[in-house]
């Protein structure tokens, strides 16, 4: 009987010492390292999603750690992305986006970053304060022969353009486009040097907050659902690094959700955003957000394929497009999907 209490008690004392050893090896082991992951970002209010999913904690949340990279442009953002020294890009679709993948770029529209909803939009149509102030410009059709900026042939400005101008019978022909980036466009209309230009939120409610120009329409009054910024993998990050991508995509429409979430509910949420934006993009003035036109941001992440596919053919047909490519080697929406599936249905 004693001998038996001994073999029971040797057990005993071997598992509490087997236990103790494996806790010492665990411990030994280091903990699984945040995967890197490069962003390229230009700094608009479009930009939340990526901005809300850093500060919160949201990318942290899947294993990541995002490091943001500025820069002023799409243009200047998507060769990077295409070298590999991005993983993933923010910016405009344009024909360049589309000239790219057909000439084998490795790039993929993977998700919504700023397209138009009710009450949502991406980018307004402003006139010269000057120039309204008048009686020169008071709509579109009162645009004829006069300069209007835009960002460049072939940027989305170009297509929003057309689509606005058509409204009124008028086309790209019946007026003078000049070519310049957001902030200059913005600038100029101050200057009285172009009667009419587009821009993107907060450029466009600090520059009629400071009198450069009065709102002549918003983007998402002239066409829904528009696909106007977008989120770029590059391929061989998505192919080689799917569930990092996937990871990603996680984040992001957790920072989406919590975008409109907190624009729904108002109060300390929506500071809590607004600190966000002041942050991390160019406008830094508390009182530019009680103005702005919020961007259009889909809380499922989906790119609208069906607008990315409308505007590969009016580039083409204006001769921007060298060859279209498939819809679908152009736009991958399984990301979006994937994070859908682990979140659940956003709750409107």
Known sequence: MAMRHVGVGMRMLLRVWLGAVAI?????VPARAAESVRAGVIGLIADAGIYVAVEKGYYRDAGL?????PFATSVKMLPVLSA??????????????FNGVARGLPI?????KGST??????????????????????????????????????????????????TKGLTLNDVQPKYMPFPDIVT???TGSLAAGMCSEPLCSSGIKRGAAVKLIEWDEVQLYHQAGVIFYNVDFARTRPDVAKAFMVGYVRGIRFYHDALREGGEKKED???ILIKHTNAKQRDVYD????AGLNPDGAAYTQSVADQQQFFAKLGRVEKTVPIEKLVDNSFAEYAVKVLGPFRR
């Open 24 to 28: 010492a090896l665990l411990a030994a």
């Open 65 to 69: 750690d995002v490091k943001l990279e």
């Open 84 to 97: 590999g020294q991005l993983d993933i890009a923010t910016g405009g679709v344009a024909a360049s986006l």
């Open 108 to 112: 993929l529209v993977v998700g919504d």
């Open 117 to 166: 909803s009710p009450g949502f939009g991406t980018n307004a149509f402003l006139i010269a304060k000057g120039a309204w102030d008048k009686g020169e410009v008071r709509g579109v059709q009162d645009l004829k022969g006069k300069p209007i900026g835009l960002l460049g042939p072939g940027a989305l400005s170009e297509y929003q353009w057309a689509r606005l101008l058509e």
């Open 188 to 190: 100029a209309l101050g």
């Open 273 to 275: 955003l607004i600190r």
């Open 291 to 294: 103005d702005v036109r919020w």
